[in-house]
């Protein structure tokens, strides 16, 4: 299946081989520890190995982003070559530790420190490439960096774009891991799908080129189910000229009765339930307990955005703001600087769904959304939901044309409470019942997004990610990395019958 990958060959290993060096380490486990194969990985520089038995181990190099998961990792590398990262993936499978890597750190339930303790992390913060081959329009980028700072790159290597999502501090990596969609995915897709080349290293430390035409199995599983296949060290995209003009809009409902909101939400459902739609809006909005805002862009003109007339189908607002013209820069920028305080490390908690043209909430399912949020009483101030409008150019791809499944999906739903210490069980179970109300208690019609993972899931969690394409993530799970050494406890298994 997987052919033409490189061994790196590294000086460790360089006299005996590979199966050599696993046999000579198994049998000298007293001299050769885990501690000094790390350490050998990165050049002996004890910077860039940190483990946890370091004094400031916990608020340097472990960073939790959900502070309600507080794995305590083995130990967090910062290599700066493939070589290097090679050379730790190496370590791992020899002494049969899990690994991940961590680029913007963002994941929701904190895969990137393992989602368990005991993990070895790969931090990639010195993969920070952005290179535009500026007669092809290929960007070479390194998964170590923000969005925002991938976002700023494009447009000053020749005013260039791809698609992603709207988070200044999500890192290229994770991201592309799950997806990448965001305001302008119906028009354009998603980040996966301009994606044409990466750069993997597998559980046996062999650095991979995988693309369409070469390692094509391992390039689909890359493109939704990544972090259980490999460690990317590198991403080719196809750009496009960052787009024309960008209208900028949004619509503000603002009361602390929630059936009031719960009317706008329902409007809005119409206009995501709406085949007609311009792929040339994309929508997100947030409902809370005392407004809902919908935020948007359009790519085009004024007057063609006003022909749409979205406003009209929408109950009268408390206020509305509608900016024309913008330039992407100062779109991007201004929807970077408004990003709120989910971007923050904190205590919080996730749940998710997908949502289809057959599956889309009904207003009954909405009137029980509400009446499920008005009597979740005090303790749950902290809950927001984001309604964002995707398919579009998103539903051209076949669902099984990448690892990512949800291609019949015109929306997704993040739930998210937030609170100010560790999150109580009643402001979790007021979010999931809330997403069981909007599911009219039919979760099993439900797939959820794995960029937005969620602990509520179980058992399950593999199949709400993957759906119909988990069987052969499984099988190829089975054959590059039977150990299941990029693990997390909702990644994907090997199959047991290959
Ligand atoms: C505030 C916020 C807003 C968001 N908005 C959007 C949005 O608009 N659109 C959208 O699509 N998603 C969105 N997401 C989800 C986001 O895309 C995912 O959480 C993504 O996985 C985060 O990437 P990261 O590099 O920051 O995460 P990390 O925590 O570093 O990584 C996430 C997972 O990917 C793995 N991984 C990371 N880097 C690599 C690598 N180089 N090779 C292999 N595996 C790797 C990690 O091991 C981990 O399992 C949002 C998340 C947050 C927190
Ligand atoms: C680091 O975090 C782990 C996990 O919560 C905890 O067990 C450990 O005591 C912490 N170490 C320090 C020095 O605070
Ligand atoms: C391509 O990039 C090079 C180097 O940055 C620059 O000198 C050249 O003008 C660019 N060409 C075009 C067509 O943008
Ligand atoms: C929404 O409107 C309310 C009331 O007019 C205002 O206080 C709030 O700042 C507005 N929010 C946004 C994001 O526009
Ligand atoms: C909330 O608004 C609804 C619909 O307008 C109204 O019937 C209800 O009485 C209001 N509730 C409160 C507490 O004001
Ligand atoms: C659902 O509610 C919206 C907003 O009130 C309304 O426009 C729509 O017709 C309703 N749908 C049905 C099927 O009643
Ligand atoms: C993907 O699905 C299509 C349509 O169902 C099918 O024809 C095709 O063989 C599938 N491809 C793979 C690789 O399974
Ligand atoms: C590493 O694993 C890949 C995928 O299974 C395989 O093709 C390759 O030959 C392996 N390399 C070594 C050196 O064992």
Known sequence: ???????????????????????????????????????????????????????????????????????????????????????????????????????????????????DDNAIVVDMKYFNKVEVDNTTGIATVGPGQTLKALVNGLIDNGGRYIPHGSSPTVGVGGHLMVGGMGLTSRQNGMSIDVLQEVEVILANGTVCRASEYENSDLFWAMRGAGASFGLATEFKFQTKPEPEEIVSFSYNF???????????????HEIMRDPQLSRKVGITSRFTAASYILTGAFSGSEADFDALKLADRLPTMSTSTVLPGLSWSQFMNSLFNDAGKSNDAGYFYTNDMAVTPETI???????????????????????????????????????????????????????????????????????????????????????????????????EAQQKYWGSNLARLETIKAALDPNDIFSTPQGVKPSSSS
């Open 254 to 268: 603002t009361s602390s009765n929630l059936t009031v909101l719960g009317e706008a939400l329902k409007a809005y």
């Open 361 to 459: 909430p009904s207003n009954s399912s909405i009137d029980s959304f509400i009446s499920t949020l008005t009597s979740g009483g005090e303790d749950a101030q902290g809950w927001s939901f984001l309604f964002d409008l995707f398919g579009g150019a998103m539903n051209d791809t076949p669902e099984n044309g990448t690892a990512f499944p949800h291609r019949n999906s015109i929306y997704f739903l993040t739930a998210y409470t937030r609170t100010a210490e560790k999150t109580p069980a009643t402001a979790i179970k007021l979010v999931d019942d809330a997403v069981l109300s909007l599911q009219n208690n039919k979760p099993e019609n439900y797939l959820g997004y794995a960029g937005v993972p969620s602990l509520s899931y179980g058992d």
């Open 1 to 115: 299946m997987v052919h033409l990958c490189q061994l790196l060959v590294l000086p460790l290993w360089a006299s005996t081989g590979w199966a050599a060096a696993i046999d000579r380490r198994r049998d000298t486990r007293s001299t050769a520890s885990l501690d000094t194969c790390l350490a050998d990985a990165v050049g002996g520089e004890d910077a860039r190995v940190q483990f946890r038995d370091e004094a400031d181990f916990n608020t340097t190099d472990v960073k939790p982003f959900n502070l309600n998961l507080q794995y305590q990792p083995v130990a967090v590398l910062y290599p700066q070559t493939t070589a290097e990262t090679s050379a730790i993936v190496k370590c791992a499978s020899l002494y049969d530790h899990k690994i991940q890597a961590r680029s913007g750190g963002r994941d929701f339930i904190n895969k990137c420190i393992g989602g």
